[in-house]
Nanobody
Framework: QAQLVESGGGLVQAGGSLKLSCTASGLTFTNSPGGWFRQAPGKEREFVGAIRWIRGTIYSNYADSVKGRFTIIGGNAKNTMYLQMNSLKPDDTAVYFC?????????????????????WGQGTQVTVSS
């Protein structure tokens, strides 16, 4: 079994930046694809971005709503990944979850599905004020 713990959430003004961390026990992100999702009040949990290492190459993909503003970074410690969020907007307000899976898909779309992931963190709140 693996466990994931997020940290780094908080309150930030629109236009600001925030960096979330996800620390895993029982797996490493160099061997297990990782993803970030978010859930706003009254809404479905939605895909933010995903990262995976395949034969020494890092691949990532992002939701259109965050592309160019958010970046997933692998940590020097193989069991940590980060979500760097820049140019934050009030619409980015949500609980952010990190996720991991021991399976690899054959398309970027695979990593955008909640059902592709086996492990989830408890979430960290991000609030962006206008």
């Amino acid at each position: 079994q693996a466990q994931l713990v997020e940290s780094g959430g908080g309150l930030v003004q629109a236009g600001g930046s925030l960096k979330l961390s996800c620390t895993a026990s029982g797996l490493t992100f160099t061997n297990s694809p990782g993803g970030w999702f978010r859930q706003a009040p009254g809404k479905e949990r939605e895909f933010v971005g995903a990262i995976r290492w395949i034969r020494g190459t890092i691949y990532s993909n992002y939701a259109d709503s965050v592309k160019g503003r958010f970046t997933i970074i692998g940590g020097n410690a193989k069991n940590t990944m980060y979500l760097q969020m820049n140019s934050l907007k009030p619409d980015d307000t949500a609980v952010y979850f990190c996720a991991a899976t021991r399976r690899y898909g054959n398309s970027a779309e695979y990593y955008g599905l909640r059902t592709s992931y086996d492990y989830w963190g408890q979430g960290t709140q991000v609030t962006v004020s206008s």
